[in-house]
């Protein structure tokens, strides 16, 4: 059974700084795509970054490009989300994912195949 595990999530006031942290557990996987995902109350889940471990490349919203940066150690199977400059807007549950077939659609919710339970981000106007 695979898990993820989301930590780091709390309240920080504009402009302030997260770093958010998910360790997957369970089995291995020679090439996947680990994303992080938002849904903030009354609102679809939206997209925010991904990076495909193996080869390292990695992709972002329009709305978190610049601010956030996300990176990984394949050999942990874990990805972090480095968000800076944050934003009142950035309020939401923060959820991380895992694709395993790695099939390159990582804005797409359903080609992840396990999801983390969400850790929440309030940022204070």
């Known amino acids: 059974q695979v898990q993820l595990v989301e930590s780091g999530g709390g309240l920080v006031q504009a402009g302030g700084s997260l770093r958010l942290s998910c360790a997957a557990s369970?089995?291995?996987?020679?090439?996947?795509?680990m994303g992080w995902f938002r849904q903030a109350p009354g609102k679809e889940r939206e997209f925010v970054a991904a990076?495909?471990?193996?080869?390292?490349?990695?992709y972002y919203a329009d709305s978190v490009r610049g601010r956030f940066t996300i990176s990984g150690d394949n050999a942990k199977i874990t990805v972090y989300l480095q968000m800076n400059s944050l934003k009142a807007e950035d309020t939401a549950i923060y959820y991380c994912?895992?694709?395993?077939?790695?099939?390159?659609?990582?804005?797409?919710?359903?080609?992840?195949?396990?999801w983390g339970q969400g850790t929440q981000v309030t940022v204070s106007s």
């Open positions: 994912a895992l694709d395993r077939g790695d099939t390159g659609r990582y804005n797409q919710p359903y080609v992840y195949d396990y």
């Open positions: 369970g089995r291995t996987f020679s090439s996947y795509t």
């Open positions: 990076m495909r471990l193996r080869l390292g490349s990695t």
